[in-house]
């Protein structure tokens, strides 16, 4: 026996197509993420998951990739948790910023390192930054000292595993099939996490948008039964899924 989790990065973001770093900015689903989403469904259905449970981000365009796939598999039904800790990365001050201007203006190998070091965030978030994502009121409720104002992904790992492993694992336990839709960072964070992937590694794993990836774990261990390329787990055509990749990695990876 074992664990069944699926993990699914939602679907093209409008802020994705306009090339900007988005991070815990509210933005939805662009017509081709729309379309994502929707065939992520038809992905899963076709290889059979028989999903119970879904986790996503409190984040519209997580949502709104697991209601398309749901919808499109005949589950909108399913019991849905939703958890600021799901969240994408906190972009901190570039949120909001042109990617490519933003590497002209503090020089590409900076950006790079705040986009792709394991543990340099980015500058925190500044009072005059127009896409401050902190006041909104999904967020009211969480202390100011967690709250953040700008993450680098070994951050990330320290705000997800709490909730991997008091929100997601109980339910694997419960011997229920998981999705969790989320973000490209906190998706990397806890597959960092499952495959035991190294801080210096870590950086150059690309997960394509829609694409879902699925985990068979150890019951006792809640890690992959057997190891591999996070990649080789991905449903669809092999030859697609790595354009894919390929295409976010040639961006900076805003969310």
């Known amino acids: 026996m074992s664990a069944t989790l699926v993990l699914l990065r939602h679907g093209q973001s409008t802020w994705n197509a306009e090339n900007l770093f988005t991070g815990w900015w509210d933005c939805p689903l662009s017509e081709l993420g729309a379309a994502e989403a929707t065939e992520s469904g038809r992905l899963m259905a076709d290889a059979g998951l028989a999903l119970d449970v879904v986790h996503t981000s409190l984040q519209t365009r997580a949502i709104r990739t697991a209601e398309l796939a749901l919808a499109e598999?005949?589950?909108?039904?399913?019991?849905?948790?939703?958890?600021?800790?799901?969240?994408?990365?906190?972009?901190?001050?570039?949120?909001?910023?042109?990617?490519?201007?933003?590497?002209?203006?503090?020089?590409?190998?900076?950006?790079?390192?705040?986009?792709?070091?394991?543990?340099?965030?980015?500058?925190?978030?500044?009072?005059?930054?127009?896409?401050?994502?902190?006041?909104?009121?999904?967020?009211?409720?969480?202390?100011?000292?967690?709250?953040?104002?700008?993450?680098?992904?070994?951050?990330?790992?320290?705000?997800?595993?709490?909730?991997?492993?008091?929100?997601?694992?109980?339910?694997?336990?419960?011997?229920?099939?998981?999705?969790?839709?989320?973000?490209?960072?906190?998706?990397?964070?806890?597959?960092?996490?499952?495959?035991?992937?190294?801080?210096?590694?870590?950086?150059?794993?690309?997960?394509?948008?829609?694409?879902?990836?699925?985990?068979?774990?150890?019951?006792?261990?809640?890690?992959p039964a057997e190891p591999g390329d996070p990649l080789a787990r991905s449903l669809g055509d092999p030859e697609a899924v790595a354009r894919a990749a390929a295409a976010v990695a040639a961006q900076a990876q805003g969310g």
């Not at 394991?118 to 967690?146: F, T």
């Not at 320290?158 to 998981?178: E, H, N, S």
């Not at 964070?189 to 190294?198: E, M, N, P, R, T």
Request: proline share 9%; with cysteine.
């Open 73 to 223: 598999m005949g589950l909108s039904w399913l019991p849905v948790r939703r958890h600021w800790r799901l969240n994408e990365r906190h972009y901190g001050d570039l949120t909001g910023r042109d990617k490519a201007q933003t590497a002209e203006r503090y020089g590409e190998d900076q950006v790079f390192t705040w986009r792709r070091s394991y543990d340099v965030p980015p500058p925190p978030i500044s009072d005059d930054n127009g896409h401050d994502p902190n006041g909104d009121r999904r967020y009211a409720e969480l202390p100011p000292d967690v709250l953040p104002a700008s993450e680098c992904l070994a951050d990330v790992v320290d705000r997800m595993l709490p909730y991997w492993f008091d929100g997601i694992v109980p339910d694997l336990a419960a011997g229920r099939t998981v999705l969790v839709a989320a973000h490209g960072n906190s998706l990397r964070a806890l597959v960092k996490h499952l495959d035991g992937i190294s801080d210096d590694a870590i950086s150059g794993l690309n997960i394509p948008t829609g694409v879902p990836l699925v985990y068979e774990l150890d019951p006792t261990t809640m890690r």
